[in-house]
Nanobody, 116 residues
Framework: QVQLVESGGGLVQPGGSLRLSCAAS????????MRWYRQAPGKEREVVAAITMAGSTNYADSVKGRFTISRDNAKNTVYLQMNSLKPEDTAIYYC??????????WGQGTQVTVSS
């Protein structure tokens, strides 16, 4: 099993920045990719960014150029640096990991609110 714990959410003004963290523990050797998802009220959950264990990254079109996903292997932590935040970025952000043998785990989510 893998445990994922997110942190770093909060309230920020439009144009501001936040950095989310996702600390992984447990059977982390079985992870092949980490992702950040978000879910806004009344909308489906969507993938925001992904990073493989090889370091390849992908981003949703809506966040390209503004968000950066990265990882610190020594700390077993994945980050999502969010810059130039917009009100439409308001959502609960979830950390997710996919396993080499199939299956996935989710964190509990952290609220990000972009408002003046």
């Amino acid at each position: 099993q893998v445990q994922l714990v997110e942190s770093g959410g909060g309230l920020v003004q439009p144009g501001g920045s936040l950095r989310l963290s996702c600390a992984a523990s447990g059977s982390i050797f079985s992870i092949n990719a980490m992702r950040w998802y978000r879910q806004a009220p009344g909308k489906e959950r969507e993938v925001v960014a992904a990073i493989t264990m090889a370091g390849s990254t992908n981003y949703a079109d809506s966040v390209k150029g503004r968000f950066t996903i990265s990882r610190d292997n020594a700390k077993n932590t994945v980050y999502l640096q969010m810059n130039s935040l917009k009100p439409e970025d308001t959502a609960i952000y979830y950390c997710n990991c996919g396993l080499r043998v199939g299956g996935q785990y989710w964190g509990q989510g952290t609220q990000v609110t972009v408002s003046s």
